[in-house]
């Protein structure tokens, strides 16, 4: 989770969503659940107007709601003032979905007295059904009455669909003299109905970037955490992540490289890298979280490929469920990796708070204890750690075990 | 299965990897396995030389008896008389791995009284532990000398770690004027111990070809019956398909492409999906055959790359499990499959002996009876067929049901 020096410089910040100065946000029931406890409409706002970036999911089928956010984005030339979100129904696959996705950013925008392409949109829940407009016409108003700066849960809950537990995290920090706060909510593997494992992510800061500096750092920030996310290989149609920037912090704009740049990087890799872990923490059906890092690497891109290979191998993931220490399924998923590196030298560890143990060395077995391994693999932390021995670089990837709950929530009938 | 006047042509053979003729093999308990019952120990013998052709894993780590396989089709220039075989162990990454393999095959050499580069060797099981070599030497003459066309079925049982049945089939047609006949048998998605998903599979045949057109007909064929299977997506250190062809047909040998060499592959083709069938219904914890085919696709590769997508997600994979109707994540499983085309134009039937219901169509959801797609998802083998409408290229993929079965096999402690 980070150094002590960094954790000396990036402090744990409460308030998720709305850590950053001059953002509310609120979450309630409108009636796309049945459930009335259960929060299905969801509000961030920000006092101005923020600078903002997206990244979206690479399926072909791509949400309407993430095909409005965005039109918004380019008609604005990145600026934004409110997320609104709903959970239960995805919008996608709908003939009318983007007139739909379309309508609740000017709902939106009409309770909040702002423009509708200030509004972004998105949607997580199951494809293919027409998106009841009427339950979110009728609660805008109570929601956005509602909007306050402790609502950040009530918003963090409304995302959820099979997560088992909401996600929020903040870190705050020095900045060209200023205390800067980068906060976050996610949503993740959740299903209902058809479904898909989704995950939404919405971030705020009060720092202040540009439009482009802000995508640049999304972008490569994703690449090294989120992509480095597996919980069963499936590619959401409705994945995305935003990130507002509303320059409430006083810092100087950062508007190119540098190391006021490179603070800020660092502390969205903090945020997204500790919602990536709860991500993989609550995958469905998982009982263990996986982390998996390779270093040695003789390119950063190989370091991730091997990583994420490891991640994603069910033969693994049910071995880690078994708490069995099988390393020939870590050794075969690494030699299928698709990515060029001498397998030869290659040495794995298995790690948890009970300690570590060499398993295999210049790709060939080593003997450890079977009852020592028993016992690291028995912790719901397990570290892969893998060192190709040719070369400096290094990633980290995140999944979970496969267990008996996946299939019973995956293979249970819809209805 | 092929079409009415193809099986008037190829006609269904008994007699699996001796179908053909001048082929004899053997299978027996050498002591590998500690169940007396279970073969582990086989033999493929060829009464004259044979052209051979093999594919191999693409899997960085490979067994040994690969690396000694692929050797001794080197120095023979692609001739050999014998394949010796055994299961529990796979003798893979272990330092005396090679020298074991060599030794198999020199056991097997002088009880046959032919060279040892003359033998093909390959081994499945558990990886990382060494081969005992002991039980093989022990036991190899009296494997020889059971040798007989009427002992395939010996054979096919000894390469089987937790398949659940053994994998045999033939087909006999006519070529040059001469009657033909290709064999074969398969082990598939098992494992002991550390295990791997090891595919092994032995082709005999007594047609001639030359060895070029022999290696030509097989790399083509594997790419679209093998190489289209998808059990877990894991591929194994150890997979490997052999084919011999000893000419004893008496049809002239070919030696290039034209009429003969397409009626070779068609029967080539045949035998291998029928294997392919047999390995994606007996996948680890299988309870569904998964046949996707997709058609209408631009070209062939992006035909393969569609259905194999949709074959390997593992959230469609429990959805048939359930045998809910979701085409949802087949729409997804498509969307995010590495190809280019047109997503909006994508339709998708459910097929089974029960009937077919269109579930998509023009990338969006159809209305469709729930009940009558409850009836087809019911049966053991299901059919999801795509069309692209953007070509004429078609393909088919095979896998199979995620299900509980599959992680209780997997997480299962070794020991």
Redesign the interface.
Known sequence: MGTAQEEDFYKQADGGVCAAQGFTANGIHCGLYPDPEKNDLGLIFSETECNAAAVYT????KGAPILVTKKHLAQTGGRARAVVVNSRNAN????DGEEKAQKMCELAAAALEIAPEQVLVASTG????PLPIEPIAEHIRLLAEGLDAGNHAAAARAIMTTDTFPKETAVCFPLGGKNCTIGGMAKGSGMIH????TTLNFITTDAALSAEMLQKALSEIVKVTYNCLSI??????NDMVSLMANGLAGNDEITGEGSDYEIFKQGLYLVMMRLTRMLAKDGEGASKLLECTCKGAPDKETAIIVAKSVI????LK??M????A????I???????DAE?D?GRVSVELASAKGAIAV?RN???VAFS?EKAKEILGEDEIFIRIDLHQGDADATAWGCD???D??????????
Not at 321 to 324: A, I, L, T, Y
Request: negative net charge; charged residues 15%; contains cysteine.
């Open positions: 690479t399926n072909k089928v996608t696959c709908n003939a199951v494809i293919g059904q058809p479904n898909m494992a069963d290989g499936d590619t959401s149609t994603r191998s069910p033969l049910c071995a469920f078994g708490e069995d099988n390393w020939g399924r050794l075969c998923a690494i030699g299928y990796a590196f397998i295999c790709g060939s077995g079977e496969l267990t008996y996946y299939v019973k929530i995956n293979g249970d009938y819809r209805s």
